[in-house]
């Protein structure tokens, strides 16, 4: 059964920093990509970083560009997300996602989202 | 890439079948191929419903369908049940691991 379960939010103050971790298990770890999708209070689902399986690859939403970085460690099982210089609209439940590539690529797991607020 | 549009809400009685759309400019919905829906109730973690379109993950009803005309990607929920009330979320994956969100669709079951 695929698990993947974040740790690592809670409240943090405009300007710091945060890092974010989703555990995985019951899948080939090094063979998926993986995601970072954010969801602020009462808003959608918006996409926020990507990895490839063996963390070569890194993609970032125009928003976190620069702030953000995405890793994972392989031997552990484990996807990353360092949160720096937070902002007040970085208030969001943050799920991790496995990335399956078909005949389409898609989120097919999700975490149960970690919230991550950030005070002004 | 800009969020596709999605209507902000739908509904419709025990029964009854409800569409979705879900509407992107220019390539975002190109491929159909690359688009995805998700489920999400109150609280939890959104879930897979249509992938490549119009497929179903093992476990999800045929109840609920994709298709496409044009630039519009649509989901139809038919034989309206309790349980299909939440939100609706249309996915496009628009290359290099990146991916675009409809902005959501609350479905109120009357």
């Known amino acids: 059964e695929v698990q993947l379960l974040e740790s690592g939010g809670g409240l943090i103050q405009r300007g710091g920093s945060l890092r974010l971790s989703c555990a995985a298990s019951g899948f080939s770890f090094i063979s998926y990509a993986l995601s970072w999708v954010r969801q602020a209070p009462g808003k959608g689902l918006e996409w926020v970083s990507s990895i490839s399986g063996p963390g070569d690859y890194t993609h970032y939403a125009h928003s976190v560009q620069g702030r953000f970085t995405i890793s994972r460690d392989n031997s552990n099982t484990t996807l990353y997300l360092q949160m720096n210089s937070l902002r007040a609209d970085d208030t969001a439940v943050y799920y991790c996602?496995?990335?399956?590539?078909?005949?389409?690529?898609?989120?097919?797991?999700w975490g149960q989202g970690k919230l991550v607020t950030v005070s002004s | 890439q800009s969020a596709l549009t999605q209507p902000a809400s739908v509904s419709g009685s025990p029964g009854q079948s409800v569409t979705i759309s879900c509407t992107g400019m220019n390539s975002d919905l190109t491929n159909y191929n690359f688009v995805s829906w998700y489920q999400q109730h109150p609280g939890k973690a959104p879930k897979l419903i249509l992938y490549?379109?119009?497929k179903r993950p093992s476990g999800v009803s045929v109840r609920f369908a994709g298709s496409k005309s044009g630039y519009t990607a649509s989901l139809t929920i038919s034989g309206l049940q309790a349980d299909d009330e939440g939100d609706y979320y249309c996915c496009s994956y628009v290359g290099n691991l990146n991916w675009v969100f409809g902005g959501g669709t609350k479905l109120t079951v009357l």
């Open positions: 996602a496995k990335v399956l590539r078909a005949g389409g690529v898609y989120f097919d797991y």
């Open positions: 490549e379109g119009s």
